[in-house]
């Protein structure tokens, strides 16, 4: 799972955008002048900063950008909101005008945590009945900045003042994720993970979620028991205590449920990281949806990395030819990779289905699906969708939907 935070930097054209980036991370990564409109793509600079571990900041056009390109350069400064874990907002002058005031209603719409930066406070310093009218209306404190203050120990306290509010904030309104085996595991429950090391396994290491799972055991003060499917029937049999759970890997479901008693308790890897991370409750009611698709629906799926993966045969061929099969009609599918946002014409699908996710934050995978889920559409993910296909969906969500810590992560 990726616990590296995204910091977006916005802004009107020329109010410092780029010149404090070069700041926060102390090199001159990004181009400054004063020529309005200078930054143009969103450019992304990945750094550390103390107490949060990996970042990756992104600089973005002027959100007052004018003209047909320009229309298009504040587009896709729009688009990085969808994908950031807070947003710093720059003002200068102490005005907050109608772009400003559209950025922090979609901040808000996404929840998404904001820090108001003054900058350019070495010509003029933010006002105190500013800065006290800002936090009435909307809530947010002002930090007074400025990219051009000659000391360079004063300069550096500056940045530091701004990154520790970054990490405050980052701190305060960090996005709960559960962990793998949330509520499923305790002090001495033995839990037997069944993991196949077949042709599809990666060379010499196990996957993430495999991975996930032993830590999460672990932790809790319980007994992982790692073994091949082949090694499952004899270890079941001779093993003096039942184990509380059987986690497999979703391919080898149906060999595994054959072996386990239906006393005790079965998932798969995969449900249990669509759990973990994204609106599990909806993507529980979506998934029987796959009931009603009918001849000709649309899919949309989401793929959310941007790089070739093996999820890319999942979501563009497996998937849709299981899908079709199970309700028995043709339907179509549009594939969106990367992290860009929903199509506008969202009502058009009758469906959508995301990728595991293991590239993005939680934050990011439930901005995605939020547009979907206000429209009322059924929401899905891959591995839930397969399972489904598969036939063996409710005996793997079982176990997760009778504890009590199903979170809605919406
Ligand atoms: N005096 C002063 N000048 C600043 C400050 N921050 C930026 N500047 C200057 O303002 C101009 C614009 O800075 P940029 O960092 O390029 O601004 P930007 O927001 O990235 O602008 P665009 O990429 O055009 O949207 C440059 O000439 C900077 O040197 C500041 O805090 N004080
Ligand atoms: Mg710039």
Redesign the pocket.
């Known amino acids: 799972m990726s616990n590296v935070k995204y910091i977006g930097v916005f ?1 009107k ?8 980036i070069n700041k926060l991370t102390g090199q001159e990564i ?1 181009i ?8 143009t793509d969103p450019v992304r600079k990945r750094m550390e900063i103390f107490g949060l571990g990996p970042v990756v900041i992104i ?1 973005t ?2 959100i007052d950008d004018e003209g047909n390109l320009g229309k298009r350069r504040v587009e896709s400064s729009r688009k990085i909101i969808s994908q950031i874990d807070i947003a710093l907002l ?1 003002f200068t002058n102490n005005t907050i005008d109608k772009y400003e005031k559209e950025l922090l209603k979609s901040f808000r719409d996404q929840e998404l945590p904001v820090l108001l930066v003054h ?5 003029i310093s933010l006002e105190e009945k500013v800065a006290t009218a800002i936090k009435e209306k909307y809530g947010h404190e002002v930090i007074e ?4 203050i000659f000391d360079e120990s004063e300069q550096q306290k500056l940045v530091e003042v701004l990154t520790s509010h970054i990490v405050k904030k980052l701190n305060e309104t960090a996005f709960s994720q559960m962990t793998i085996l949330e509520g499923l595991v305790e002090k001495d429950y033995n839990i037997v993970l069944v993991c196949p090391v077949d042709s599809e396994a990666p060379e010499g290491r196990l996957i993430l979620p495999q991975v996930n799972a032993i830590r999460d055991v672990l932790d809790k003060g319980g007994n992982a028991i790692v073994l091949q499917p082949g090694n499952l029937g004899s270890y079941l049999k001779s093993a003096a205590v039942k184990p509380k759970l059987v986690v497999t890997d979703s391919q080898a479901f149906n060999e595994v449920s054959k072996i386990v008693p239906e006393d005790i308790p079965l998932t798969g890897f995969s449900l249990l990281l669509a759990r973990s991370k994204g609106p599990f409750v909806h993507y529980l009611k979506g998934t029987r949806a796959i009931d009603n698709l009918k001849e000709g629906d649309k899919l949309l799926i989401l793929e959310s990395c941007s790089h070739h993966s093996n999820c890319e045969d999942i979501g563009r061929v497996k998937l849709p030819a299981l899908i079709s099969k199970k309700c028995d009609c043709r339907i179509e599918w549009d594939v969106i990779s990367g992290l860009d946002s929903l199509p506008h014409k969202i009502e058009e699908y009758a469906m959508v289905i995301q990728c595991g996710g293991c590239m993005i934050t939680g934050r990011q995978l439930s901005a995605r699906l939020k547009p979907a889920i206000i429209a009322g559409i059924p929401v899905s993910n891959y591995g839930m969708a397969l399972a489904y296909c598969t036939g063996i969906f409710e005996r793997a969500v079982a176990p997760l939907t009778v504890t009590e810590n199903i979170q809605d992560q919406n």
């Not at 900045?145 to 051009?148: L, P, T, V």
């Open positions: 802004g054209r020329n109010s410092g955008k780029s010149s404090l990004a400054v002048s004063e020529v309005p409109g200078t930054t600089d056009a002027g720059l900058n350019q406070s070495d010509i900045f400025s990219c051009n």
